[in-house]
């Protein structure tokens, strides 16, 4: 009994200690931070008699051993009624409740809820997906709409943690959304002018520039130098660019072409695999990221019969043909086409070329067939997230996506990242920039064009 003060003494100290750190944690935070923290209290206090009301609980009737044990007057022991444990968080957008299932109380009856919660806990939308346990689900409240949230990127200029790892912004509940490029070989990106698309290539280039395992070539179909248009900063990381001159355009990708075919023919010499991804870019191997902006520029077709427009035409369709070549044959070998235009539609980027690229993202469009040309039939079967819907200034940013291993699409709201930034990361990497074909001769010995003759092996390098 001696001890029993000191007992409560620690206690009181630590209950003082905890509240200290919350009020320190509720200063600090911001304005959104702070309503979601009242929020979260008030989800913590109000969810016992919520759940029984959207009947969120079950009823035990079968006494526990101890309640039989201390049941002496003989009287019926009361059915127990179940509450799901709730452990809630917060984040600037509202709240994340993780809550156990229940007999009869699983994910169908959370997503039933899910409207209901979102009124009782006052947000705008609450979802309720499987949790990263079996028998558990995550429900997301968001209180502010993420997706007419803007949002800021400031690249860190760090290597990344992960290769290829694109990471996109936030969904619909304010999640983090990323896109694993490993084995890609393609990305198309459409949308109206001026609703990110460029945007969001940039914050991509911006995050891997500072890994010299990712070389960067960069074609800009808006303008005749690279000192004119969205690449002017950029372009200090890339080893080469090319603006909207289709010879020069077509030249380029020749070339990249015979580095697909040199990497082919070496690959095995060289890394010891068929496949690069199996050990993953290096230094000396790098990852070939090949942006093509506006690349309707590149492959539109020219219709005339004068010997000009010809020419034109004639040049498209072969630097069609050559990025076929690149995104069909390259996955394996390093490289990765991103391509970016206003219209997916078949003038823009041919169909056989837009159908091998595995992931798909559009921001606004004008029309029904747009949306399908960028993301696919499926979309007509999901009108709400339709990127004829985000035409709204406020959808600035925000593009649609397929889910990955799942039915239906995801809206997600892309970070802008401001100019100033991506010349400040180009600037402090560009000594990273090495021409690749240079780097494969390097490892092989031989000459790029040499390689993709192919009449010997090429002498075995050390992997
Ligand atoms: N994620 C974003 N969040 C907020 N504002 C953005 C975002 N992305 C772009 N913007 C704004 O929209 C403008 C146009 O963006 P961007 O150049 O990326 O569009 P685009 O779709 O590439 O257009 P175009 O087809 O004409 O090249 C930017 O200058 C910026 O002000």
Not at 52 to 70: E, H, I, R, V
Request: aromatic content about 8%; some cysteine.
């Amino acid at each position: 009994m001696g001890y029993a003060p000191v007992l409560v003494g620690v206690g009181l100290a630590g209950i003082a200690v905890w509240a200290l750190v919350w009020v320190v944690r509720y200063l600090r935070a911001d304005a959104m931070t702070r309503q979601s923290i009242r929020q979260a209290v008030r989800v913590r206090r109000t969810w016992k008699r919520l759940a029984q009301m959207l009947n969120l609980s079950a009823t035990d009737k079968m006494p526990t051993a101890m309640a039989s044990l201390a049941n002496t007057d003989g009287k019926p022991i009361k059915p127990r009624v179940l509450v799901p444990a709730l452990k809630v968080t917060h984040d600037a957008y509202g709240v994340i409740a993780r809550a156990g299932c229940l007999p009869g109380v699983g994910l169908a009856e959370f997503q039933k809820a899910a409207p209901y919660l979102a009124d009782a806990w006052r947000m705008t939308r609450v979802s309720a997906l499987p949790g990263d346990r079996p028998g558990h689900v995550v429900l997301r409240g968001v209180r502010v709409d993420p997706l007419i949230t803007r949002t800021v990127h400031v690249p860190t200029g760090r290597p990344p943690e992960e290769y290829a790892k694109w990471e996109l912004g936030v969904d619909e509940y304010g999640m983090p959304v990323f896109v694993p490029l490993k084995e890609v070989p393609g990305v198309a990106v459409g949308g109206l002018p001026g609703f990110g698309k460029t945007s969001c290539v940039n914050r991509l280039v911006c995050d891997w520039a500072p890994s010299p395992a990712v070389q960067f070539v960069f074609f800009d179909g808006k303008v005749s130098h690279a000192y004119e248009g969205d690449y002017a900063d950029l372009v200090h990381r890339a080893f080469a660019f090319c603006g909207d001159d289709l010879e020069e355009a077509n030249k380029l990708f020749k070339e990249l072409v015979e580095l697909r075919r040199a990497r082919s023919a070496s690959i095995r010499s060289v890394l010891g695999r068929k496949n690069m991804w199996h050990v993953g870019p290096s230094d000396d191997w790098p990852l070939v990221v090949i942006v093509i902006d506006e690349a309707h520029t590149y492959f539109r077709d020219h219709k005339g019969s004068d010997p000009a427009t010809k020419r034109l035409a004639a040049l498209a369709a072969d630097n069609a043909r050559l990025v076929e070549d690149l995104v069909k044959k390259g996955r394996s070998v390093g490289f990765l086409a991103l391509l970016t235009t206003q219209k997916t539609t078949g003038d823009a980027i041919p169909t056989f070329i837009r159908d091998v690229c595995p992931v798909g993202l559009s921001f606004a469009q004008k029309t029904a067939d747009a949306a399908v040309a960028a993301l696919g039939d499926d979309i007509r079967e999901w009108p709400d997230a339709s990127p004829v819907n985000l035409q709204d200034p406020a959808y600035v940013g925000v593009a649609v996506m397929s889910q990955h291993g799942r039915p239906g699409f995801i809206r997600i709201r892309t970070p802008y990242v401001a100019d100033e930034d991506a010349a400040r990361v180009a600037a402090e990497t560009c000594h990273l920039v090495r021409h690749p074909a240079q780097l494969l001769e390097d490892l092989t010995g031989r000459n790029v064009v040499d390689l993709t003759k192919g009449e010997s092996e090429p002498p075995a390098v050390a992997a």
